[in-house]
């Protein structure tokens, strides 16, 4: 898994970015085919305080594209709904790609 965390007008300090690894690591629990991830941490030059503090994500699975996004005044608190959003996607996913059919049974003549 390729992992790259960037920020956009702040530094990513070392604590920062463990956060998002070890946030980034029940992604990784649940689906194995994670290619690439791509994190941007932004803070945002608003006048308002609140939903300042910006974080984006997209995962390359196998065979999808997957995208999220989340804001908060608290960039850990950010990176917290971020995961959340990502591993209710990466669930769905996986659930899309299992074999829900069932074998038909077969007749005993």
């Known amino acids: 898994m390729n992992l790259t965390i ?8 070392p604590a920062l970015r463990s956060y998002v690894t070890t946030k980034l690591d029940r992604i990784t629990r ?19 305080k609140e939903k300042r503090q910006r974080a984006e994500c997209n995962i390359h699975v196998k065979g999808n594209d997957l995208f999220a996004e ?14 959340d959003k990502l591993d209710r996607q990466v ?3 996986k659930d899309r790609l299992q074999d829900h059919h069932h074998e038909a049974a077969k007749r005993m003549m």
């Open 6 to 13: 960037s920020g956009h007008h702040l530094e990513v300090t």
């Open 30 to 48: 649940h689906f194995d085919q994670v290619v690439d991830v791509k994190v941007l941490l932004t803070v945002e030059k608003q006048k308002e």
């Open 70 to 83: 989340s804001s908060h005044e608290d960039l850990y608190a950010a990176v917290d709904e971020l995961v």
């Open 91 to 93: 669930v769905r996913h």
